[in-house]
């Protein structure tokens, strides 16, 4: 499967710009956010992990135990998206991303082309 990249050098599917622009606008309702109505913010992008499901759950367990990544500037979407290394993002947020997921304990090797990068546990 290839993906083609968008106007941002990312994959449509996880480029935070393209989903803000093509989210549909709120019409009211609660008024909470789905971390205030018990529904983790990561769940929402697990269906794009659906070829990589180990790196998505890397990328949970790195978020839920390190301040470092819960402070990441731009949040969950910006760390997922760093760790990932997409184009888009800054070289030095992917560099710390990459620090904190190897801090925790994962390892990960070249980006696959349409599918993107794997991270699994470090072996030793």
């Known amino acids: 499967m290839v993906i083609d990249e968008c106007e941002h050098g990312s994959d ?40 990589r499901p180990e790196t998505f759950e890397a990328y949970v367990e790195v978020w839920q135990r390190s301040s470092g990544a819960r402070d990441f500037p731009g949040g969950w979407t910006a760390f997922s998206r760093a760790a990932n290394a997409e184009p888009a993002i800054d ?13 925790h304990g994962y390892e990960t090797g070249p980006k696959e082309h349409g599918v993107g990068r794997r991270w699994w546990p470090t072996t030793k």
Request: glycine share 12%; charged share 25%; with cysteine.
């Open 91 to 103: 070289a030095d947020l992917v560099a710390r991303a990459d620090q904190l997921m190897r801090l």
């Open 12 to 51: 449509p599917s996880t480029c935070g710009v393209c989903l803000r622009s093509a989210a549909p606008k709120p019409s009211g309702g609660s008024g909470r956010s789905s971390v205030e109505a018990g529904v983790p913010i990561w769940e929402k992008y697990r269906e794009r992990y659906g070829n």
